[in-house]
């Protein structure tokens, strides 16, 4: 396993780098406030296992290497300016009970 902590502070350079370098026709005032994207994702990372941020933290590494910017693509796909990379109905699954989670470890509302 890897320290929860220091792949964190990874996680945050890798996804901060990315974010920071996201083209975009409009200027984002949220770019201009680093450490406010730190703190946000900081606490939403907090939540995930370790085994969970050790893969993402892979998956982000192995982009890097590639050459692909994970955060443009999120913001293209939430624009609606892709179609998505997948339509298997369990993922709107998955994301509900990520969401679930979130919720409940912020607010106290978990059910399991």
Not at 11 to 32: A, K, Y
Request: include cysteine.
């Amino acid at each position: 396993m890897c320290d929860k902590g220091s792949v964190i502070e990874s996680i945050l350079d890798l996804e901060l780098n990315m974010f920071l370098n996201v083209r975009s026709e409009v200027p984002v005032n949220c770019r201009e406030n680093p450490e406010a994207f730190r703190l946000h994702r900081r606490a939403q990372l907090s939540v995930w296992s370790e085994e969970t941020l050790c893969s993402y933290h892979s998956d982000l590494v192995d982009a890097e290497q590639q050459g692909r910017n994970l955060m443009t693509l999120k913001y293209a796909r939430m624009e609606d300016l892709i179609p998505p990379l997948s339509t298997n109905p369990i993922i709107d699954a998955i994301v509900e009970m990520a969401l679930e989670a979130q919720r409940g470890c912020f607010f106290g509302t978990r059910t399991s």
